[in-house]
């Protein structure tokens, strides 16, 4: 299983960022897929994450109405836009996938790990 982050890099305060995150080798429409990210110097901390069939999005609150997560299936890929963003966004981004949404919602509890991406958010 690859699960294949980018998107990152550097913006000013207030910019947006979409993150791509492309699945192989698992059958990606039966999984939730999430989002999460380690700021420095702190533990990795849940995003977003998104059910099999496109609904019941969940979000961490201090992204909610800044932070979409969506899926396209036919791509086996899921996105991450992130608009508004705040210096504190910045972070490594890693998506996830899990065996349904509270495994794609819980760091202990995900199935499969993709490789981190770095948004840094900085004037």
């Known amino acids: 299983v690859q699960l294949q982050a980018s998107g990152g890099g550097l913006v000013q305060p207030g910019g947006s960022l979409r993150l791509s995150c492309a699945a192989s080798g698992l059958t990606f429409s039966r999984y939730a897929m999430g989002w999460f990210r380690r700021a420095p110097g702190k533990e990795r901390e849940f995003v977003a994450a998104i059910s099999w069939s496109d609904v019941w999005p969940r979000y961490a609150e201090p992204v909610k109405g800044r932070f979409t997560i969506s899926r396209d299936n036919a791509k086996n890929t899921v996105y991450l836009q992130m608009n508004s963003l705040k210096p504190e966004d910045t972070a490594i981004y890693y998506c996830?996938?899990?065996?349904?949404?509270?495994?794609?919602?819980?760091?202990?509890?995900?199935?499969?790990w993709g490789q981190g991406t770095l948004v840094t958010v900085s004037s």
């Open positions: 996830a996938a899990g065996k349904g949404l509270a495994r794609a919602q819980n760091p202990g509890l995900v199935n499969y």
